[in-house]
């Protein structure tokens, strides 16, 4: 059985990376606090660095290595491992960055398996003033941890809790593909104006021969639109987005409330940027207070908005749980009614238009902390299309939104489940004997 170690018996190597001079293109890649999220890179937050310029060997990411932020509120203590290495580039991390090299790949997986878990700790580790804030290395490589000493036990770990986020990662490029699929088509048919010619045209192009051919393309009449000094299609309307579903702000709860465990709240940080939920770190008030916030509760298939704070804007689909989840101050909640599949996929693709997120951000920047009120962007224009064309459209694209949110819900228990297994494997409370855990 493991014993309690500190981090620093399990890494040989530890260095920040460099301060780097950007360029367009180049064969080294720099990696910065934004491309380190979930315990992976996300390389389409990387860019380029000079590689005329002499850089020392040790400065290169190798794989294996465990990377973690070591700068920044919000940021800092965040890590990835680094399974594999970019195909013809050399990789670099900038000097908020950390890097950890352990005795051997396995060891490192399971040590970045066990930072990943403690997360949320490792950002209370931090000194300096609120806007420089550093994680501090001394304590890092002091935290006491668990890994098993014998390398086949570490394989079966690393295998069995990899295979779990091959699953979530498989889950999310689905979801990709059906997000993908629908923006497509929602650009075709109200960016492009050329969804589907209906049976019911005014005018001279009833009963024409353009039914079910591109609108615009095939000469379905346009008109001018004053206020929105453009042309759009005969029947549709400019509106606003609370026209199409109602922005609720959250209930204000009191400091007093808050619980080590109760009833879900959504905060901002719960909403990610590819608008999904993280509820495994939700705060919680007892359950005495829902019967106050009831009014206040999301369900599967609605949207929550961050209204305040350098991410605001965001959103994300609420999933199924357990319980109820509630929604905190600050955070606007679309709600979309019994048949949420009915109108989400409309919805969300217009918010994920990019003129929405702009507007957001210039609406906000007046005040010294950006925010923004739920009125607001409930009048943010949108063009709100003939009844039949949009109800044709959330058809047609609900099943793909049925998928999206069942696989974020597979997602939220591979990754309880992993974060269950994790101690518990680690301990050897739990082994692996032949692909099976015991």
């Known amino acids: 059985m493991s014993n309690w170690e500190p981090v620093s018996a399990f890494v040989k190597f530890t260095t920040k990376g460099i301060t780097p001079t950007y360029v367009d293109n180049s064969t080294i890649i720099v990696l910065n606090q934004k491309c380190i999220r979930n315990n992976k890179i996300d390389y389409s937050f990387a860019q380029f660095t000079d590689d005329s310029k002499d850089i020392s060997a040790t400065k290169f990411v190798q794989k294996g290595d465990i990377l973690v932020n070591s700068t920044g509120t919000g ?13 013809r580039h050399r990789l670099i991390v900038d000097s908020h960055i950390l890097i950890l090299r352990c005795n051997s790949i396995n060891e490192a997986q399971c040590l970045s398996y066990n ?17 420089q804030s550093e994680l501090d290395k001394v304590v890092l490589l002091n935290i006491k941890t668990k890994i098993p000493k014998d390398s086949t036990t570490q394989i079966k770990i690393a295998s069995i809790l990899s295979s779990l986020e091959s ?21 075709y048919w109200f960016v492009q104006f050329d969804f589907p010619c209906p049976e019911l045209v005014e005018g001279p ?22 206020e929105l000094k453009r042309k759009i299609p005969e029947g549709w309307n400019n509106g606003s987005f609370g026209d199409y579903a109602n922005l609720k702000g959250g209930y204000a709860f009191k400091s007093s409330w808050w619980k080590e465990k109760g009833v879900p709240v959504i905060k901002i940080k719960d909403i990610n940027e590819d608008s999904t939920l993280s509820l495994e770190n939700c705060a919680f008030v007892g359950e005495d207070k829902y019967s106050l916030t009831k009014n206040y509760e999301a369900f599967t298939g609605d949207v929550v908005i961050a209204l305040t704070g350098a991410t605001i804007g965001k959103y994300g689909i609420v999933t199924k749980s357990q319980k109820p989840i509630l929604v905190n101050q600050r955070v ?21 238009q990019e003129y929405f997120r702009k507007t957001v951000f210039v609406i906000a920047s007046g005040a010294a902390q950006p ?65 099976n855990l015991v």
Not at 79 to 85: G, K, M
Not at 336 to 350: A, D, M, R, V, Y
Request: hydrophobic share 40%; glycine share 6%.
């Open 371 to 435: 925010n923004i009120s739920t009125d607001q962007i409930d009048e943010i224009p949108l063009v709100i299309p003939r009844k039949e064309i949009l109800d044709n459209f959330n058809l047609n694209c609900s099943f793909s939104y049925k998928n999206i949110i069942k696989n974020q819900i597979e997602n939220q228990q591979l990754t309880s489940l992993r974060d269950w297994l994790l101690p518990l494997l680690m301990n050897g409370q739990v082994k692996v004997c032949k692909d």
């Open 167 to 187: 699953k979530i990662e498989l889950n999310n490029r689905i979801n990709a593909g059906l997000e993908a699929m629908a923006k497509t088509m929602y650009d």
């Open 75 to 87: 940021t800092a203590g965040r890590s990835a491992f680094v399974a594999e290495l970019p195909k």
């Open 332 to 352: 606007g909640l679309f709600k979309l009614g019994i048949k949420p599949l009915e109108k989400l996929p409309f919805l969300i693709n217009s918010l994920n």
């Open 115 to 131: 930072l990943y878990s403690f997360e949320k700790k490792l950002m209370s580790f931090m000194t300096g003033s609120s806007g």
């Open 205 to 226: 192009l009833a009963n024409s021969d353009i039914v079910g051919k591109p609108y615009k393309t095939s000469g379905g009449k346009m008109v001018w639109n004053e």
